[in-house]
């Protein structure tokens, strides 16, 4: 069985295949055979005037645009003008509360919590005593077991940064 069902199909294509191929072929001749009952065409001539005149294509304008030489360019005055240092300012303003979002994950969203469970909680803690750690652990003179943390936190903070979010921090 697992040779035969092969062996039939094989030939059940060859048969097709065959078939396919004779009705090809009558379709050939009955074209052919049609073809040549069809009257021939017909030649037109053409006068032998018309052979030879030459045809003419009709051109679009172009317009040339003429770019200057350096000679006829006109000269570039230059001027020296005298320079000032400029002020930069910072015009993205912080709030406290911005600052004070990096914190939350630590201190609790209102500073209610020790931080990491081994520090102090900061809720209620005048402006300068906040102020004056968070200096402290930039310069490295303040903290404890969290020093390196909060070193780490402290340390991208300008000092218009610490005195928002001391004084948002005191509000809590």
Do not use: R
Request: charged residues 20%; glycine residues 6%; neutral net charge.
């Amino acid at each position: 069985m697992k040779y035969i069902l092969p062996l039939v199909i094989s030939l059940f294509f060859t048969a097709c295949n065959d078939s396919n191929q004779k009705a090809e072929a009558s379709a050939d001749t009955n074209i052919t055979s049609q073809a040549q009952t069809v009257a021939p065409i017909q030649e037109e001539k053409v006068p032998a005037q018309a052979e030879k005149m030459p045809v003419q294509e009709e051109k679009a304008p172009v317009s040339v645009e003429k770019v200057p030489t350096k000679a006829e360019q006109a000269p570039v005055q230059t001027q020296k003008v005298p320079t000032q240092p400029i002020a930069v300012t910072n015009t993205t303003e912080v709030s406290g509360e911005a600052v004070f979002n990096k914190c939350k994950s630590c201190h609790g969203n209102s500073a209610e919590k020790k931080a990491l469970g081994s520090s102090q909680i900061i809720k209620g803690w005048e402006i300068a005593k906040i102020e004056d750690a968070l200096k402290g652990y930039q310069s490295g003179t303040y903290g404890g077991a969290m020093k390196n943390i909060m070193a780490a936190q402290a340390k991208g903070l300008s000092s218009e940064e610490i005195k928002k979010v001391a004084t948002y921090i005191h509000t809590l």
